[in-house]
């Protein structure tokens, strides 16, 4: 308890009275300011009154100051951040998908082709593959098993989901779900579905027709070719067609068959090699290090991943990239040895061939993000570290084991959202080459990087932000930034500094903090985000453009979306950086870009 000076009182006393002895004896005393023409009663609102009165204003999930996003941008970072079902921080798997669910039927209402348009997007654009199927699925029950009143005709619906469905085993996929909620509602699959699927098949070739043909699933892809009645384009698909209905097809020579039938030998990873997709060769480089390939095997393994058109072709997302490299980087931590997660045995693996591995990872994804484009200004990234950032993307079970060393190892193969973020803010150097990065939690610290055009290292430098993250890397509580979500701290710094910047970038769940010790007296604090922004456009840059980066969608931001110098982003994908040229002219680039989207 503070204690009281008994004597306080006494000395304010005595310093009012000097005051006024000095005033008195002043020739010529300062005249009473009097206030003419001002309200009596309705007087001008204070900016936190403002802000908090604002028709999209609401808590966020830790009780800071938020506005609601529209229904577009809203559904489409909850979409872009999304792999159906999964759990996030704040919410339970079931929670997500209601929020989700709601967010998609809220967009059908008004204009339902622009949720079929962001399904194509984040097919093609984002490379997601579960929520896409998962929009259009939504879109055909919508007017059978939401609203039976709804009726609004889509000119080519059928064609948007041929669109999304870009490999074999997506037909089963969308089938299955179809199923699934026709079995809900007791109802059949839609004409949009059903044609959609016979539309898609056609895309296929016997190879990828007989590795996904999921002869081990509920929903087999044979029974989405009895139902669907897909018109074969040409004779040789009819006959695809009908060795598929009579279960004919020929056993396709891929990784896992190969080692599956003949086992995982030395000989038989070198043997299967060439005829692996890049995704594959990325997936099974611990394996190739466990039996220890030879050196032209590793010559072709390294070449392959770091070819140009090779990593353009691939498609996969930056995380992809980092999870790989993480493992081979805790390998390297640990004497050059993992654990075998099936047999709990200790495999030591060849030095050279892991660093050699490592390299190539490196390289691979500074040639994804190559073209890339480079943007002039000064520009400050905002990662956030925080507690909440630590959530998994996909909450995959681990086998059970006593092995502690084993489960730590499993545990650091997982991607969270702060990976992504902290390599979206190193990719974000390279597109800003004038950029300032820092990372906020409880405080904040402005990193030095070398990343550059020539030479941007990505993943390395990526690893400087994991550092202020207890427990990443090998970091200490010394770096520590702490695991709040204290984003107006930076904010305040750049307006008491006078820190000037064209644009802000905040990477983030955008669950941010105001001041304040408890969920109320946080949510009134006048110390957050739109507050200093505000702050910051009246004393720095009036024209600072900020641009809310979620990379776990919540339907929410912290600036209001109505503020024109306000720009919403989501996704996982290295490809966002290509829409902030047009973000730079027009806050709607984003949502105008989905509308426009046309399917053949």
């Known amino acids: 308890m503070k204690e009281v000076n008994p004597h306080s009182g006494s000395q304010v006393l005595l310093g009012h009275f000097i005051t006024l002895l000095l005033t008195l004896g002043e020739k010529n005393p300062p005249e009473k300011v009097v206030k003419t ?31 609601v996003l529209s229904p577009k941008n809203k559904l489409y970072t909850m979409a872009a951040t999304s792999l159906v079902g999964e759990p996030k921080f704040y919410q339970t798997g079931e929670e997500s998908l209601i929020d989700l669910t709601n967010a998609i039927h809220e967009v059908i209402k008004t204009d339902p082709e622009f949720v079929l348009k962001l399904a194509v997007y984040c097919r093609t654009d984002l490379h997601l593959r579960s929520v896409p199927l998962y929009l259009v699925n939504e879109v055909a029950y919508f007017g059978k098993f939401v609203d039976k009143e709804w009726s609004h005709g889509i000119p080519r619906a059928s064609d948007y989901v041929n669109a999304v469905i870009q490999r074999a085993d997506e037909l089963t996929e969308l089938f299955a779900l179809a199923l699934t909620k026709s079995d809900q509602i007791k109802s059949k699959i839609p004409m949009m579905i059903k044609k959609g699927i016979a539309k898609a098949f056609n895309k296929f070739d016997a190879y990828q027709l007989a590795k996904y043909k999921a002869t081990d699933k509920q929903v087999k892809l044979r029974d989405a070719l009895f ?10 698909q009819q006959k695809l067609f009908d060795m598929l209905a009579n279960d004919t097809l020929p056993i396709p020579e891929t990784w896992e068959t190969q080692i599956s039938i003949h086992g995982s030998t030395k000989e038989n ?77 200790i495999i030591h693996v060849n030095r050279t061939m892991l660093d050699d591995y490592m390299d190539a990872i490196i390289k691979a994804l500074d040639l994804s993000v190559g073209n890339l484009p480079s943007i002039n200004g000064k520009t400050a990234i905002l990662i956030d570290t925080s507690g909440s950032m630590e959530q998994p993307l996909s909450q995959r079970p681990f086998r059970r084991t006593n092995n502690h060393e084993l489960r730590v190892q499993e545990q650091n193969s997982q991607t969270q959202a702060i990976d992504v973020a902290t390599l979206l803010g190193a990719i974000g150097k390279y597109v ?63 307006v008491e ?41 009246k004393t720095v840059n009036p024209h600072m453009k900020l641009y809310s980066f979620n990379v776990v969608g919540y339907g929410h931001i912290s ?39 046309k399917v053949p």
Do not use: C
Request: charge should be positive; charged fraction near 25%; proline fraction near 5%.
């Open 37 to 67: 023409n001002m309200p009596k009663f309705n007087e001008k609102a204070k900016k936190g009154a403002r802000l908090y009165g604002h028709p999209n204003a609401t808590p966020n999930l830790e009780g800071g100051l938020s506005f």
């Open 227 to 236: 139902i669907t009645h897909p018109k074969p384009k040409n004779e040789e």
């Open 269 to 345: 990873w070198e043997a299967i090699i060439p005829k692996m997709g890049y995704m594959a060769k990325i997936r099974n480089l611990r394996n190739f290090l466990k039996v220890g390939i030879g050196a032209e095997a590793q010559t072709q393994v390294i070449d392959y991943l770091t070819n140009p058109i090779a990593v353009s072709k691939s498609r996969l997302l930056p995380f992809r990239f980092l999870t790989a490299y993480r493992q081979f980087f805790y390998i390297s931590t640990n004497d050059y040895k993992y654990i075998d997660p099936k047999t709990e045995e």
């Open 432 to 494: 800003f080459p004038e950029a300032d990065t820092y990372v906020f939690g409880e405080n904040f610290k402005k990193i030095r990087t070398t990343i550059n055009r020539q030479n941007p290292s990505i993943l390395d430098e990526s690893h400087k932000f994991l550092n202020f993250n207890r427990g990443k890397f090998g970091s200490s509580w010394d770096s520590w930034v702490g695991h709040s979500t204290n984003a107006y701290k930076v904010l305040r710094h750049f």
């Open 497 to 537: 500094d006078q820190v000037f910047y064209d644009r802000i970038l905040i990477l983030s769940d955008e669950q941010l903090y105001n001041e304040g010790s408890t969920y109320r007296n946080r949510y009134f604090s006048s110390s957050n985000v739109v507050h200093y922004v505000e702050d910051y456009r």
């Open 559 to 597: 600036v209001p979306e109505s503020d024109p110098n306000t720009r919403v982003l989501a996704g996982w994908s290295d490809k966002v950086f290509k829409l902030f040229e047009a973000l730079e002219q027009d806050p709607k680039a984003v949502i105008n870009l989905i509308e426009g989207i």
